[in-house]
Structures are given as C-alpha cells and as structure tokens.
C-alpha cells in the first residue's frame, strides 16, 4: 500500500493535532480524496516523519493527529553539491526532481556565457519557489525526510570559486579520468553545462580551481541528463547503490 507523505513547514509533536496548509490540504481531500480516519506521514524537514491520522476534514481544513514519531532518515552517506546551469522549462524541473530523488544535498543554479535564460529579480523569486515545491515533492516522493538545500542563483564562476569538495568534477569528453579512476570520498562538487554547454574560459576557470575533467562514456549527453547519470555513478561506486 503506497504511503501518502506530505511536508509541512509547521513544527510538529508528538500527540499534536495539525492543520494542513491549503495545498496540502487540497491534496489529501480533493485530490487523493482520503477519508476520516486515513492514515498520512508528516515530516518538516528536521529529520524523521510522523505518522498521522485524518481526524476532520471541512471545506476549508485538514486535521491530522500526530500519533507516532519515525525516526527514519535516509539520506546518502555522500554531501553531493550539484552546480547546474538553468535550463529551460520543464528540463531544469526534471533535474532538480532526479537529482532529489537520487541523493544530492545541495543544488545551486547558475547563469553562465551560454546560459539562455535571464532571470530577473521578480521572476527568480518565483522560480526559486517553483523549484523548492519540486525538490519538496521529490522529497515526499522518494521518502527523504531532509529537504536538500537550494542556495539562490549565482554566476558560474562565483559559484566555481568558493565551491569545497574532497572531488571537484566538471565533465569534459576529452578527459583522461572517469569516476572510477577518482579516490574514494564522501565529499563531491559537481559542475554541469546548460543546453549550450560551457566556455573555454569557464572550463579554464575550474581548472584553475582544481576542478577534475571526467569522462562519462562515448557519448554527449544532454544537460538534464548529464548530472544525474554522474550522481547515480558516484551513488553506485561509493554511496549507498553500492
């Protein structure tokens, strides 16, 4: 039986009763259309989940008693930075949805040379919050109980120059190393190109900063693809798919 998971940025306690936020709310009765006496888990965030139980429903609310606290956590022993350049549309959402799902800790996205989008102050505040619902729902999705962190827009090269990792990684199809060449480590920062890729002066740019130029096999893949196949290679080599 599939578990409805919901987040919620209320502090919760054992015992309390709680009332959905609006969206929330909408999902559970509207939606899924679960009844009194349903059973749901709520988790805010700050590690472990509560499962709850539907105690009223109305037009306007959703209240759910906390009955049991979960003490479950099942975030990748591996602290992945994932800097992404912003692509367009739904691309950008597909990367942010995957790369929750797959285990990365922090996402930070980036404008660059041949970034084509332009994100003005109004509008990144409503991306920003466009894709901190995406990356909360891969997190209710996937059973993650600690929300990745989404740092603000940067520039490419503020975001290269302060970025720390035990492994710095930037993809470059005529690189001798591969992830398997890497030594083993907990710690990595991953730099991924948009839809037109990097410049010389960005690749240069990490590499200066210690960046490492890995190949990903034979072939070039798209920019919402690229990220998450390295993620779930470190994953598989040195993080929990092992």
């Given at each position: 039986?599939?578990?409805?998971?919901?987040?919620?940025?209320?502090?919760?306690?054992?015992?309390a009763?709680?009332?959905?936020?609006?969206?929330?709310?909408?999902?559970?009765a509207?939606?899924?259309?679960?009844?009194?006496?349903?059973?749901?888990?709520?988790?805010?965030?700050?590690?472990?989940?509560?499962?709850?139980?539907?105690?009223s429903?109305?037009?306007?609310?959703?209240?759910?008693?906390?009955?049991?606290?979960?003490?479950?956590?099942?975030?990748?022993?591996l602290?992945?930075?994932?800097?992404?350049?912003?692509?367009?549309?739904?691309?950008?959402?597909?990367?942010?949805?995957?790369?929750?799902?797959?285990?990365?800790?922090?996402?930070?996205?980036?404008?660059?040379d041949?970034?084509?989008?332009?994100?003005?102050?109004?509008?990144?505040?409503?991306k920003?919050?466009?894709?901190?619902?995406?990356?909360?729902?891969?997190?209710?999705?996937?059973?993650?109980?600690?929300?990745?962190?989404?740092?603000?827009?940067?520039?490419?090269?503020?975001?290269?120059a302060?970025a720390?990792?035990?492994?710095?990684?930037?993809?470059?199809?005529?690189?001798?190393?591969?992830?398997?060449?890497?030594?083993?480590?907990?710690?990595?920062?991953?730099?991924?190109?948009?839809?037109?890729?990097?410049?010389?002066?960005?690749?240069?740019?990490?590499?200066?900063?210690?960046?490492t130029?890995?190949?990903?096999?034979?072939?070039?893949?798209?920019?919402?693809?690229?990220?998450?196949?390295?993620?779930?290679?470190?994953?598989?080599?040195?993080?929990?798919?092992?």
């Amino acid at each position: 039986m599939r578990i409805t998971r919901i987040y919620t940025t209320q502090p919760l306690q054992l015992g309390a009763a709680v009332a959905l936020d609006e969206n929330a709310a909408n999902h559970v009765a509207r939606v899924l259309r679960l009844p009194v006496g349903a059973q749901i888990h709520l988790f805010n965030g700050h590690g472990g989940e509560y499962i709850s139980r539907i105690t009223s429903i109305s037009k306007r609310e959703v209240i759910v008693m906390l009955e049991q606290f979960i003490a479950q956590d099942i975030s990748s022993a591996l602290t992945i930075h994932l800097g992404q350049v912003i692509s367009r549309g739904e691309r950008m959402d597909y990367t942010l949805q995957k790369a929750v799902e797959l285990g990365v800790t922090e996402i930070t996205p980036l404008t660059s040379d041949f970034c084509n989008v332009k994100l003005q102050e109004e509008r990144a505040d409503k991306k920003m919050a466009h894709w901190q619902g995406v990356m909360t729902s891969a997190c209710e999705q996937s059973g993650r109980t600690i929300v990745p962190t989404l740092h603000q827009p940067q520039p490419i090269l503020t975001w290269i120059a302060s970025a720390k990792a035990q492994h710095k990684l930037i993809l470059e199809p005529a690189a001798e190393n591969t992830i398997k060449s890497l030594t083993p480590a907990l710690e990595f920062a991953l730099l991924i190109g948009g839809e037109g890729g990097l410049s010389d002066k960005e690749i240069q740019y990490a590499t200066t900063h210690q960046f490492t130029g890995i190949k990903l096999g034979p072939r070039i893949l798209r920019t919402e693809t690229a990220g998450l196949a390295v993620i779930a290679a470190l994953q598989a080599i040195f993080g929990d798919f092992n």
